[in-house]
């Protein structure tokens, strides 16, 4: 009797194991005012890369929005706003590295960095 409880038992955790999700793919908007031209658009690909759960053939850019699609389960919206802070760019309320800002060319720099 104990070895079929010990048997239910363990066919019961395996079929609640199995349910489990495994992903989770999400779409998100990213504000990113000065990604305007496909040089700026490569440099935040560059920046996603690593991070794995992103899409990156589904990255797009459009009027100075990313919109990414990304594993939940694998990062979190932050870490993609971080990575594209890191590089230089404001992401949503977070803006950018200014040490990587400066590091930027000419044409991905904000109109009032780039006069000076």
Known sequence: ???ILH???AAALL????GCR??????ARVEVPTVVNE???KRVRAALAPL???QLDTLAVTNGVLT???DSMMLGLKNIEHAIKDAGFDANEF???PAARAKLPKECLPPETAEK
């Open 39 to 41: 040089a700026c658009e």
């Open 52 to 54: 794995k759960g992103v």
């Open 95 to 97: 803006p950018a590295d």
């Open 68 to 70: 990414v699609r990304y």
């Open 7 to 9: 048997l239910f038992a």
């Open 22 to 27: 495994q992903t989770d793919v999400r779409t």
């Open 15 to 18: 079929l609640a194991a199995a």
């Open 1 to 3: 009797m104990k070895h």
